[in-house]
């Protein structure tokens, strides 16, 4: 009978009670395109879970398992992912009855002419709030979009971090080459200095080319320092990522060639596997059903309860028998007047669902443009290099003759110093040409990968 009654009170009021939006959140207005605008050439498929596998290089590989274990901001985002996901069993918990156990003693009386009584009790109590119009379904919706967007996140971070050792990993490398290339000129060059010097001596050049030359040494000795102490701040970056106190001794073994660029995926399927993406979606998801919850608390509550008890009524020093209790209803609360705060609070979940939209969108451009910079970054490390080692090919047949023709007697020593400097120049242009290659290779896996 109870039930009957709150229930026709409800449907009275829900026609009085219930609210239209106040605004539109709208839709997503970004326009994916058909294709890419770079387009490269012989790219291969690979596993895109374990995409660094594809570079065959053993001890990347082991850095990449260590970081992912160790790594500190993974243990962030996965503890924050615990909390979401205990938010959902909260969220969902208060949908269901809820079951106390009470007890009770009470020793006085009502009065001054009231005997003293004893009263003890012990029992049961128990309350549901009947989600009648859907508050509570859409507040576990929110939660277990919380929760999904949480998991996409760690996935998001898992490939950033991947992607940021091998970075630094072959950065590592092409320093280590460069500094070796450097040393060597830096010795061409001081034997530059030294030819200079006996020049000088024997009246064959004048003081301003032996300055040159010890000019020229110092640079090469600045910048063997200055890549050195790079290298060094690069190798503890490198364990801070990897989650250790000190940093790994590394082989750095120059391997081949970058492995081609992956097989592309089309916008609109990037858009459907990016961690980043489906992180942002999920976020709008939970925003847009905390609007709807918001909008909820303008309609009608129903909560049924029940309780349970045995009792014991008595005067002080005396003896009464135990009773059992009884007791259950339904209770019905419509908001009337609150100052404004339900309206106040659904402009706020609105305007916070706008925000989401927008953060949506804004990564979905960003990984679009994220893979047309990645494409672009791969094309132009290709041509880089291909006209690099043209200068490296240059320079040791410029060595090749200025030999022969020190050999001849047709030149001097200077003449075949200068060539080998030029050459060495040459060689490490093509180390930073082939570390920025390996970049790029690093970045195209990255703006296409999938979860780890």
């Not at 387009?39 to 398992?65: C, M, P, Q, R």
């Not at 942002?280 to 029940?306: F, M, N, S, T």
């Not at 019905?332 to 949506?360: C, F, V």
Request: charged letters at 25%.
């Amino acid at each position: 009978m109870l039930l009957s009654v709150g229930a026709c009170a409800v449907l009275s009021l829900t026609g009085c009670t219930s609210m239209q939006p106040s605004s539109s959140i709208g839709k997503v207005s970004v326009a994916v395109p058909a294709k890419w605008n770079e387009v490269v050439t012989g790219s291969k498929g690979y596993d895109a879970t374990n995409w660094w596998h594809s570079f065959g290089i053993h001890e990347l590989d082991d850095l990449i398992s260590t970081a992912l274990a160790s790594n500190r901001d993974l243990r962030i985002a996965t503890a924050r992912l615990e909390q979401a996901r205990a938010l959902t069993d909260r969220a969902q918990a208060d949908r269901r009855p809820q079951l106390d156990a009470v007890a009770a003693a009470q020793r006085g009386r009502n009065n001054g002419l009231d005997p003293k009584t004893e009263r003890s009790s012990v029992g049961m109590r128990a309350s549901w709030e009947v989600d009648l119009f859907g508050r509570g379904a859409l507040a576990v919706d929110a939660s277990q979009a919380d929760a999904q967007a949480s998991q996409y996140a760690l996935e998001a971070a898992q490939i950033a971090l991947a992607a940021d050792v091998a970075a630094a990993y072959f950065e590592l490398r092409t320093l280590a080459q460069r500094v070796e290339w450097r040393r060597q000129a830096s010795l061409v060059a001081e034997n530059q200095l030294k030819v200079a010097q006996r020049k000088f001596i024997a009246g064959q050049t004048t003081a301003l080319e032996v300055e040159r030359w010890r000019t020229e040494l110092a640079q090469e000795q600045a910048t063997i320092a200055q890549l050195d102490g790079q290298r060094r701040v690069h190798h503890r970056q490198l364990a801070v990522l990897l989650g250790v106190g000190e940093a790994p001794v590394l082989g750095l073994l120059a391997t081949g060639e970058a492995p081609p660029p992956p097989a592309l995926k089309l916008p609109g399927e990037l858009l459907e596997r990016r961690p980043d993406v489906l992180r942002q979606a999920r976020a709008l998801d939970g925003a847009l059903a905390r609007v709807g919850v918001a909008r909820k608390e303008v309609y009608p509550k129903l909560q049924i309860d029940w309780a349970g008890s045995r009792e014991r009524t008595a005067l002080v020093g005396g003896g009464a028998s135990p009773q059992i209790v009884l007791a259950y209803g339904v209770s019905l609360s419509l908001p009337i007047l609150d100052g404004g705060r339900i309206r106040s609070n659904i402009k706020i979940q609105e305007a916070r669902a706008k925000e989401a939209m927008a953060e949506y969108e804004k990564t979905m451009l960003q990984a679009l443009a994220d893979v047309e910079s990645a494409l672009a970054q791969w094309t132009a490390s290709e041509v880089s290099l291909r006209e690099w080692r043209k200068a490296e090919a240059a320079g040791n047949v410029a060595v090749s003759h200025a030999g022969r023709m020190f050999d001849a007697g047709m030149s001097d020593q200077s003449a075949v110093l200068d060539a080998r400097r030029n050459y060495l120049h040459a060689q490490d242009e093509v180390s930073q040409a082939e570390g920025a290659r390996w970049a790029a290779a690093v970045n195209l896996r990255r703006v296409f990968a999938g979860a780890i």
